[in-house]
């Protein structure tokens, strides 16, 4: 079962998103920010010692970064429905919008 390790207001948002569109079924693990200085609580570090959000774990394996988990997940468990053969526009524009989500559309939105 996967578990997504989840602070309020962060990318883990989309790593949610990700999930539902996949159709895996997952639990959620819910971390609150310090209303003062808007960091992670210290056991987030727990789960990984850079204690950032979001972080995913599936098994064994624990997985970090937003952009590797989504390409984890796609991977994972959406070889036959999401991921489109190497090469190509359809495989041009799931890279592009892969990297628009975090290098384009983050920065405006913190
Ligand atoms: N580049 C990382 C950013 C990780 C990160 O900075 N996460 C923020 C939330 S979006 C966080 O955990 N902030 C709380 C803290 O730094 O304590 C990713 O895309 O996963």
Same mark, same amino acid.
């Given at each position: ?19 539902? /569109?996949? $159709?895996?079924?997952? @639990? ?8 003062? %200085? *808007? +960091? ?24 970090? /970064?937003? $952009?590797?988990?989504? @390409? ?8 036959? %429905? *999401? +991921? ?27």
């Amino acid at each position: 079962m996967i578990t997504v390790h989840h602070l309020n207001n962060s990318r883990s948002q989309r790593v949610l998103w990700m999930l539902e /569109e996949l $159709g895996v079924p997952y @639990e959620i693990q819910r971390y609150e920010r310090d209303p003062k %200085t *808007m +960091l992670a609580p210290a056991s987030l570090k727990k789960v990984h010692p850079l204690g950032k959000s979001p972080v995913i774990t599936d098994g064994d394996l624990v997985v970090t /970064e937003s $952009g590797a988990i989504i @390409e984890y997940l796609a991977h994972t468990y959406g070889k036959d %429905t *999401m +991921l489109p053969e190497t090469g190509g526009q359809a495989w041009l524009d799931y890279t592009y919008w892969l990297h628009y989500a975090e290098g384009s559309l983050m920065p405006p939105l913190v």
